[in-house]
C-alpha cells in the first residue's frame, strides 16, 4: 500500500545514531505515523466484535477473552514487529517497499522477468547495482532451474499480480470497514440512531471522501499525523483506565499460556475466530509498502515506541472491560469509553478512519501506476496533484470505480463483520505472498542459505497459513468479495500483459532487415524532405516493421529519422542523467538514429514541454562524442545497429555542442526557409493557444564557431539543425491485435475480445505519451499473433 506524500525523496541514513540523522528521522517518523499507521491503528474500532460475533458466541467468558487479548498481542508481535519491522524493512529496492519492489530486485538479480525488451545498458544504471553484487549468486542450482522454465517465471508474475490485485482490493473494502465502524458509535448514544441511519451517515461521508481526491491530500496532509497522534493518546488513554479500572488480572494473558488455554476450551470455533484476530494487523503491509517516503529507521522508530505500545494497552484495556461486561461485545470500543469523553473519542475516530482510508486509496493510485509501468495495466490517465511532492498522483477513472464498489460493498453488508470477514482474508493474502517473494530475496538478492529462506518461509507460512486458512472458512461469509474482485483485475491484468508481450514478440520477429535498408542508399529509394521524422516504437533494437510500410508507400520521408522507444526499467526511479541513450542506425548518411527514454517503475512521465529540444541536444552530443572516440564507428563492417551512449542532460547543458537560442516570436524570427505552409503555421498557433499547458518551448539551435570541427560533423549537425527548424512530425503505429486462425478458442477469446476491448477503452498511446496531436502522423497495422 503506498499513499504518494509525506516527503518527497526517499532520504538515506548511512549512520542513525547521528544527531543530524536522528533528527531527521524523529521528523519522519512523526510524518509516518499520519500516512503509514492510519489504517493499523483504527483496527481496534472492530477486533474484539469481529472475534466473538459468530462461532465465539457460546464461549463469552473471561477465559475466552483474556485467551482473544493473548492472540491478539503475540499476532502483534510476531507479524508487524517480528517479520516487519526487523526484516521485510531491510529487503528495500533503493528505498522502496512494496510487492513490486520485491519483485523488480528479483528480476534485476536473476532473469525472471518476461518482456525480452531488457538490455546490458539497463545494468550500469546506478540504482539498478542497489545491493549485492550478482555474481555470487550466479551459479546457484535453484536460480538457474527457475530461469530455465519460463512457466515458473510466469506463475511468479502470476502471484505478484495477485497480491497487487488484493492491495486494490484493500482500497474497496478498507474505507468501507473503517467509516462505519467509526460512525457505528451513533448507535450506544443516547438518542441511538437506526442502522439505516449510520448507513446513510457512513455512505455520504464516503462519497465526500472519493469526490475530494482530485483535489489532492497535501492540502490536509499536515493535519494526518495530529490527528493519528491525538486517536493514540486516546486509546491509549482510554486503555490504561480500563485496566486499572476493571481487572488489573488482564496482564497476566501476555503469557502465551492463555493461547493454549483458549484453544482447549473453544477448539474448532476458537480456530475459525482467528478470522477476526488477524483483524488487529490489517494496515501492517503498508509499513513496508510506505518505506519511499520515509527510511527504514523511521518506521521502526514510530512502531516500536509509538504505535506497539499504545495498541498492545488498548487491546488490553478492552479485554479488561469485556471480562466484567460480557454483554457489551457487539459494541466493545464505544462501550468502553468513559461517558465523559465519548463524544470527542468518536470524532477522532472517525476522522482517523478518514485518514487511514486515505492512505490505503492513494496506495491503490500507485500500485495501479506500477502495474502499469512493469506492463501489467491497461493506460489510464494519471493526474500530478502537487507540484512540489513528487509522486503525489490521482487517477480518475480507477477512483469511480473504487468509490462505486465501496458502496456497493457498505450498503450490500451493512455489517463489519461481514465486511471484516473479506478484508482479513485480503490482507493475509497479501502477507502471505509478501512472504513467498521475500524468501526469494533471501536467496537471490542477499544470497544467504537456501536453508534460511526455508526457515523463514516455513516459520511465517505457518503463523500466518493458520489465520489464512481461518479466513479462507468465511468465503461464504463475505470472504469471497476480495477472491471476486482479485480475479476480476487480476485477469484485467494479465490479458493486458499477454497481449503486451504478443504483440512485442510480433514486433521483434518482424523487423526490417538492416541488408534492405542498406540496399536502398541513403536516400531510402525516396525523396528525403527537411524536417525530423520522431517514429515511435516499443522495440528497444532494431527497425520496427511499421517503418517499411512507410518506404514503400509513401513518395517522400523526414530527413533526419529517430526511432524513440519509451520503456520502464525494473527499478524505482531513473535519474534524468541516466534517462536518454542515443545509437545510430546505419551509416552516417542515411540519418537515422535510435533513441531509448528509459523511466522506473515510480517514475512520472511529466510533459515539461521541452522533449524535443532535449532529444536534439542529445543526438548533437552523440554526434560529437562519436567523432571524438574512434572505436564507437571502428569499421564499416560493423554492426550499424550496435552500441548506444548514456547521454546525461547535465553534460548537455556544460557542452557546446549547439548554441541554444530562446525564440520571443517564432513565426517572425523564423529565417530559415521552414516546409511549413502558411495554413499549417497558423493551425499550430490556434492548437498551441487552446493548450497552453503542453505548449513547446520554442528555442533556436545554433552550430558554434569551432574551426577545429571535422567537415563530416559540421555537415550531420547542420543537417540536424535545419531539420528541426522545418519541423518535428510523431510517426506512430495504430495497431489492431489479432489472433491467427490457427489459434486455440481461449488464446482467440483473451486477444480477440479482451485485450482489444482493453486496447479500445483505455487511453491511446499517443495520448499517454504527452504527443501533441497536430504533429502525429498514424500508420494502421494488423498484428497477427
Known amino acids: 500500500m503506498e499513499p504518494e506524500y509525506g516527503i518527497s525523496t526517499p532520504i538515506r541514513n548511512p549512520s542513525p545514531l547521528s544527531w543530524v540523522n536522528l533528527s531527521r528521522n524523529l521528523i519522519l517518523a512523526y510524518q509516518s505515523l499520519g500516512v503509514v499507521y492510519g489504517d493499523l491503528s483504527t483496527s481496534p474500532l472492530y477486533v474484539y466484535s469481529s472475534t466473538f460475533i459468530g462461532k465465539l458466541q457460546n464461549h463469552q467468558n473471561e477465559e475466552a477473552i483474556f485467551g482473544a487479548f493473548s492472540l491478539i498481542f503475540w499476532t502483534i508481535t510476531l507479524i508487524p514487529l517480528l517479520k516487519y519491522v526487523f526484516i521485510l524493512l531491510s529487503a528495500d529496492d533503493n528505498g522502496e517497499g512494496g510487492t513490486f519492489a520485491l519483485y523488480s530486485l528479483l528480476c534485476r538479480h536473476a532473469k525472471f522477468s518476461l518482456l525480452p525488451n531488457q538490455q546490458a545498458a539497463d545494468e550500469e544504471l546506478s540504482a539498478y547495482k542497489y545491493g549485492p553484487s550478482t555474481q555470487a549468486a550466479g551459479s546457484s542450482p535453484l536460480k538457474r532451474f527457475l530461469e530455465k522454465h519460463k512457466r515458473l517465471r510466469t506463475a511468479l508474475l502470476v502471484v505478484v499480480l495477485f497480491g497487487a490485485s488484493m492491495v486494490i482490493g484493500d482500497g474497496v473494502l478498507t474505507p468501507a470497514i473503517s467509516v462505519l465502524s467509526s460512525v457505528s458509535g451513533l448507535k450506544v448514544t443516547e438518542k441511538k440512531l437506526t442502522n439505516g441511519e449510520v448507513l446513510l451517515l457512513a455512505c455520504v461521508i464516503l462519497v465526500g471522501l472519493f469526490a475530494l481526491q482530485h483535489f489532492g491530500t497535501h492540502r490536509v496532509a499536515f493535519m494526518f499525523a495530529p490527528i493519528v497522534i491525538i486517536w493514540l493518546v486516546s486509546i491509549f488513554s482510554i486503555g490504561l483506565y480500563n485496566i486499572i479500572h476493571w481487572n488489573p488480572k488482564i496482564i497476566r494473558a501476555i503469557s502465551p499460556y492463555y493461547i493454549i488455554k483458549f484453544f482447549r476450551e473453544t477448539g474448532k470455533d476458537g480456530w475459525i475466530s482467528l478470522g477476526g484476530i488477524l483483524l488487529s494487523i490489517t494496515g501492517t503491509e503498508a509499513m513496508f509498502a510506505d518505506l519511499g517516503h520515509f527510511t527504514a529507521f523511521s518506521i521502526r522508530l514510530a512502531f516500536a515506541f509509538v504505535i506497539y505500545p499504545c495498541l498492545v494497552v488498548q487491546y488490553m484495556g478492552q479485554a479488561a472491560f469485556l471480562s466484567r461486561n460480557l454483554q457489551s461485545i457487539r459494541n466493545s470500543f464505544y462501550d468502553s469509553i468513559p461517558g465523559s469523553v465519548f463524544w470527542p473519542v468518536f470524532v477522532i475516530a472517525t476522522l482517523a478512519a478518514i485518514v487511514g482510508s486515505q492512505a490505503v486509496i492513494t496506495a491503490t493510485f500507485s500500485i495501479i501506476k506500477q502495474c502499469h509501468a512493469l506492463g501489467c495495466f491497461p493506460r489510464v490517465k494519471i493526474v500530478h496533484t502537487s507540484k512540489h511532492i513528487y509522486g503525489q498522483i490521482y487517477i480518475p477513472e480507477i477512483n469511480w470505480i473504487l468509490m462505486i464498489l465501496t458502496l456497493s460493498i457498505t450498503i450490500g453488508f451493512q455489517d463489519t463483520t461481514l465486511i471484516g470477514n473479506a478484508y482479513g482474508l485480503a490482507c493475509m493474502t497479501v502477507m502471505f505472498i509478501t512472504t513467498f517473494l521475500m524468501a526469494l530475496v533471501i536467496t537471490f538478492v542477499w544470497q544467504k542459505t537456501v536453508l534460511l529462506a526455508a526457515m523463514f518461509l516455513l516459520f511465517f507460512w505457518f503463523v500466518e497459513g493458520v489465520y489464512l486458512s481461518a479466513a479462507l472458512t468465511k468465503v461464504p ?229 569551432n574551426p577545429g570541427m571535422d567537415p563530416l560533423v559540421r555537415e550531420e549537425l547542420m543537417d540536424l539543425i535545419e531539420a528541426k527548424e522545418a519541423g518535428v512530425a510523431y510517426i506512430m503505429g495504430h495497431s489492431y491485435v489479432k489472433a491467427r486462425r490457427s489459434s486455440s478458442f481461449l488464446k482467440k477469446l483473451v486477444i480477440d475480445m479482451g485485450y482489444s476491448f482493453l486496447r479500445k477503452n483505455c487511453r491511446g498511446p499517443a495520448v499517454a505519451l504527452n504527443i501533441p496531436h497536430i504533429s502525429l502522423i498514424e500508420v494502421g497495422m494488423i498484428y497477427y499473433v
Open 477 to 705: 461469509q463475505g470472504g469471497w468479495v476480495p477472491l471476486v474482485l482479485s480475479i476480476i483485475f487480476m485477469m484485467v491484468m494479465y490479458i493486458w500483459h499477454y497481449g503486451t508481450r504478443k504483440k512485442y514478440n510480433f514486433d521483434l520477429h518482424n523487423k526490417v532487415s538492416l541488408k534492405w535498408l542498406l540496399g536502398l542508399g541513403p536516400s531510402l529509394g525516396i525523396v528525403r524532405v527537411p524536417g525530423i521524422g520522431l517514429i515511435y516504437s516499443e522495440l528497444a533494437t532494431g527497425v520496427p516493421a511499421i517503418f517499411s510500410h512507410f518506404v514503400t508507400n509513401l513518395p517522400a520521408f523526414h530527413k533526419v529519422l529517430v526511432f524513440v522507444c519509451v520503456k520502464s526499467v525494473p527499478v524505482p526511479y531513473v535519474s534524468p542523467e541516466e534517462r536518454f541513450l542515443i545509437g545510430r542506425i546505419c551509416p552516417r548518411p542515411y540519418r537515422m538514429y535510435r533513441c531509448i527514454v528509459r523511466y522506473g517503475y515510480k517514475d512520472i512521465q511529466r510533459d515539461d514541454g521541452d522533449f524535443e529540444n532535449q532529444l536534439i541536444q542529445s543526438i548533437a552530443e552523440f554526434i560529437q562524442m562519436e567523432a571524438g572516440e574512434p572505436q564507437f564507428c571502428s569499421s564499416e563492417s560493423s554492426s550499424y545497429d550496435g552500441r548506444m551512449a548514456v547521454i546525461s542532460t547535465r553534460t548537455i547543458q556544460s557542452s557546446s555542442s549547439l548554441i541554444v537560442s530562446e525564440i520571443e516570436d517564432f513565426t517572425i524570427s523564423n529565417t530559415i526557409q521552414s516546409s511549413k505552409s502558411l495554413d499549417l503555421q497558423s493551425l499550430r498557433s490556434a492548437y498551441d493557444d487552446e493548450n497552453p499547458a503542453v505548449r513547446r518551448r520554442q528555442v533556436r539551435f545554433q552550430l558554434p564557431p
